[in-house]
């Protein structure tokens, strides 16, 4: 008969083990993916938030200083209106030709200003709206991150014990970092106390 040798139970525990081991490894590596994946979307949404700031920041002292120019056209258009009301029966027609022209101009002028700074505002508006949309993507970036960083610390955690429960609390923290992630590049959902 032939003989025939049975494994050593020790050295299937290991190989189990190994297997196990490279699989939680495989899946750890996806975990740095998703959470490179995921630094990148939240250093771009605080980049595109301050630069939103900044550009809306400025586009509203440009528009301040188009409304302070209309204020100015305007109050000296009143003024020569109120000049050429005042002297009109005592002035010779050349000097009120002149003063009519000036209130003409003055009355252009602050047009001007009120139509360029319509433009501007809908552009301070527009940056505004960039920022509240990445100020409102960011916290999932921050919160998914922080999920995936824990998830690859206890995967690495239940390589070294050999713990499947271990493996399993890092499997539920990066799905939830990964939601997270994906929150955070589409906001489909809202959690009021991020906000």
Do not use: C
């Not at 490894?25 to 700031?53: D, P, R, Y």
């Not at 501007?120 to 995936?148: C, M, T, W």
């Amino acid at each position: 008969m032939a003989e025939l040798e049975l494994p050593n139970p020790e050295e299937l525990d290991e190989q189990r083990k190994d297997s196990f081991s490279k699989r939680v490894a495989l899946v750890t590596a996806i975990f740095a993916v998703v959470l490179a994946i995921t630094s990148l979307g939240g250093n771009n949404a605080t980049k595109e938030m301050l630069l939103a700031q900044q550009q809306s920041s400025d586009q509203w002292s440009f528009y301040q200083s188009k409304v302070m120019r209309e204020h100015l056209y305007r109050t000296q258009k009143m003024q020569l209106e109120a000049t050429l009301l005042e002297n009109r029966a005592r002035m010779n027609s050349a000097a009120r030709a002149n003063y009519e022209k000036q209130v003409k101009t003055m009355n252009e002028e602050e047009g001007r200003y009120r139509e360029e700074k319509k433009g501007i505002e809908q552009s301070a508006k527009h940056s505004e709206a960039v920022r509240d949309l990445n100020l409102a993507k960011d916290p999932y970036f921050d919160y998914g991150e922080a999920l995936l960083q824990i998830a690859i610390v206890l995967s690495s955690i239940s390589i070294l014990a050999g713990s499947r429960p271990v493996f399993w609390i890092s499997l539920v923290a990066a799905v939830s970092g990964t939601l997270f992630t994906l929150n955070g590049y589409l906001l489909l959902f809202r959690i009021p106390f991020f906000h």
